[in-house]
T-cell receptor, first 111, second 113 residues
Framework: GQSLEQPSEVTAVEGAIVQINCTYQTSGFYGLSWYQQHDGGAPTFLSYNALDGLEETGRFSSFLSRSDSYGYLLLQELQMKDSASYFCAVRSPYNTDKLIFGTGTRLQVFP | DVKVTQSSRYLVKRTGEKVFLECVQDMDHENMFWYRQDPGLGLRLIYFSYDVKMKEKGDIPEGYSVSREKKERFSLILESASTNQTSMYLC????????????FGPGTRLLVL
């Protein structure tokens, strides 16, 4: 089977850097995805790491280490609008071959 | 701009009623998904379809059925609504070989009394 663990909540101030971790237990997977969801809104795709290492997209970066069963989303120069829930997700051909989501991390950014 | 729409944002139904939730996408995507989202449980897959008239069960299909008669439309059916089906229901779509990038609708918040 597979499970993904994320911290339930993270707080930070504007301008800071925050890292949201995702640890997973799965017998094999294609890659690690990240989604953002604002309160009352729909999840939106942020990034996908098919390979180990760091992927950077503007203020957001995502990292994957298969050997450590670990990934993270890094948000830099935090803005109030970054307050949202963030979900990691994996898809494994050894399980249902469908995207499995973590329980989400609620990020609160304070002024 | 890509778009996934759901028929209702809010819905109130009574126990035992048959409930239809509709989802339409305009991106010509092969894959369509129905999830439910509950606090502390994240998004859980109910059903999935990769083609017209094709469907596969997700993690929690009990009490639900689906219909995909046209490529752009995927319906979720609650045959006999129960209070434990009170939840946020999210529809999503993706290209066939890129499930990792899913596009979500705004969601339907269903309350079963």
């Amino acid at each position: 089977g597979q499970s993904l663990e994320q911290p339930s909540e993270v707080t930070a101030v504007e301008g800071a850097i925050v890292q949201i971790n995702c640890t997973y237990q799965t017998s094999g997977f294609y890659g690690l995805s990240w989604y953002q969801q604002h309160d009352g809104g729909a999840p939106t795709f942020l990034s996908y790491n098919a390979l180990d290492g760091l992927e950077e997209t503007g203020r957001f970066s995502s990292f994957l280490s298969r050997s450590d069963s670990y990934g993270y989303l890094l948000l830099q120069e935090l803005q109030m609008k970054d307050s949202a829930s963030y979900f990691c997700a994996v898809r494994s051909p050894y399980n249902t071959d469908k995207l499995i989501f973590g329980t989400g991390t609620r990020l609160q950014v304070f002024p | 701009d890509v778009k996934v729409t759901q028929s209702s944002r809010y819905l109130v139904k009574r126990t035992g009623e048959k409930v239809f939730l509709e989802c339409v996408q305009d991106m010509d995507h092969e894959n369509m998904f129905w999830y439910r989202q509950d606090p502390g449980l994240g998004l859980r897959l109910i059903y999935f379809s990769y083609d017209v008239k094709m469907k596969e069960k997700g993690d929690i299909p009990e009490g639900y059925s689906v219909s995909r008669e046209k490529k752009e439309r995927f319906s979720l059916i609650l045959e006999s609504a129960s209070t434990n089906q009170t939840s946020m229901y999210l529809c999503a779509s993706s290209q066939l070989e890129n499930q990792e990038t899913q596009y979500f609708g705004p969601g339907t918040r269903l309350l079963v009394l």
